[in-house]
C-alpha cells in the first residue's frame, strides 16, 4: 500500500481537505481534486487537479495519467444545493 497513488475527489470540501491532509501524512502520492480552485493547505501541501467527475473520459484520463490505484470519491452536490438547482 505504500506505493498507492491515491485520488481524493471533492478534496475542497472539510471533510476532503482533513482528509487528504491526514493522508498524506501515511502516503507518498495523494492527489486531490475538485472542480473549484484549491484552498491554501491543498495547494501548498502537494498535486492537486481541477476534476470534473461527471465527466467520464477525464475521470479516466486522470487515473491512467498518474496510475491512480485507489480512489476515495467525496464529490457530490450539498443538500441545499441541489434543492436549489430543483426548483
Known amino acids: 500500500m505504500e506505493h498507492d497513488t491515491i485520488l481524493v475527489t471533492g ?3 472539510q471533510i ?3 482528509l487528504v491532509i491526514a493522508l498524506r501524512k501515511i502516503y507518498k502520492n495523494v492527489i486531490a481534486s475538485d472542480l473549484k480552485e ?3 493547505i491543498l495547494k501548498e501541501s502537494g498535486e492537486f487537479i481541477r476534476l470534473d467527475v461527471l ?3 477525464g475521470l479516466s484520463d486522470c487515473v491512467k495519467r498518474f496510475g491512480i490505484t485507489q480512489i476515495y470519491h467525496l464529490a457530490a452536490v450539498l443538500s441545499a444545493t441541489g434543492e436549489k438547482i430543483q426548483s
Open 55 to 57: 465527466y467520464k473520459n
Open 16 to 18: 476532503g481537505t482533513e
Open 11 to 13: 478534496a475542497g470540501g
Open 38 to 40: 484549491p484552498n491554501q
